[in-house]
């Protein structure tokens, strides 16, 4: 069964994002204020689904640092893609 979209998250998600380089993370930590139930899990589904529609790009990247698993970290950068 297909998730109903709210269009009201998706579209703040995409605002968001108006001229700036996020991470998924970093986008849930924005909005998470003002919606009760957000989920970071549902964020992501909505950056995949801007992806497949062609309206965010993403961008992988390495960082170097000290976390806890290691000395590098994967990121997943979005943007979205100007028409």
Do not use: C, P, Q
Request: charge should be positive.
């Amino acid at each position: 069964m297909a998730k109903k979209i709210n269009a009201e998250l998706y579209n703040n998600i995409l605002a968001t994002l108006e001229g700036k380089r996020l991470t998924g993370y970093d986008i849930y930590k924005s909005i998470k204020g003002r919606y009760h139930h957000l989920s970071a899990r549902l964020v992501y589904h909505y950056l995949r689904m801007g992806v497949e529609e062609g309206r965010l790009a993403v961008e992988e990247s390495t960082e170097n640092g000290r976390f806890s698993w290691g000395e590098t970290a994967r990121k997943k950068y979005y943007t979205l893609i100007r028409k």
